[in-house]
């Protein structure tokens, strides 16, 4: 992550991407900063690419998204995101062991790897949960 101060924009999309808590796309972006001002698609493009180039935001290529990065990530590790297909939301973690293996098949076929990023689909525990049921003043 690189330590340049960020354009009133850059952070104005940053918060946006942070206050939304889960993937969006660009224009969900839009939609939610049109109130502040930005209505312009190259405006976001622009700090949404800043804020990649500044390791501040991941784009899940699977969803055409993007989500604030949650944490630092350690040279060698794979960047991973569990992506729920019901709710959309996104657990992003990093990995030692699958980014040294990647590495490792990319040196066997000669590729040069500069990073990993592995998304994940499936059904995160939330929207796994059985429902609450309440029947007549009880919750079973």
Not at 28 to 42: E, F, K, M, N, Y
Not at 78 to 102: H, R
């Amino acid at each position: 992550m690189r330590n340049r101060r960020l354009a009133p924009n850059h952070t104005l999309v940053f918060d946006a991407l942070k206050d939304a808590g889960r993937p969006v796309t660009a224009y969900q972006l839009i939609d939610a900063l049109r109130g502040v001002g930005i209505s312009a698609p190259p405006t976001v493009y622009r700090a949404l690419n800043r804020l990649i180039s500044d390791g501040l935001v991941h784009k899940l290529e699977s969803m055409n998204a993007f989500v604030a990065c949650t944490h630092t990530h350690a040279g060698g590790s794979a960047v991973v995101f569990a992506i729920c297909d019901m709710c959309g939301g996104a657990d992003e973690f990093a990995d030692e062991a699958i980014g040294e293996q990647l590495a490792k098949r990319a040196i066997e076929r000669g590729f040069a790897l500069n990073k990993a990023v592995v998304e994940l689909h499936g059904t995160c525990a939330k929207c796994t949960e059985p429902p609450l049921l309440i029947e007549q003043g009880h919750v079973s």
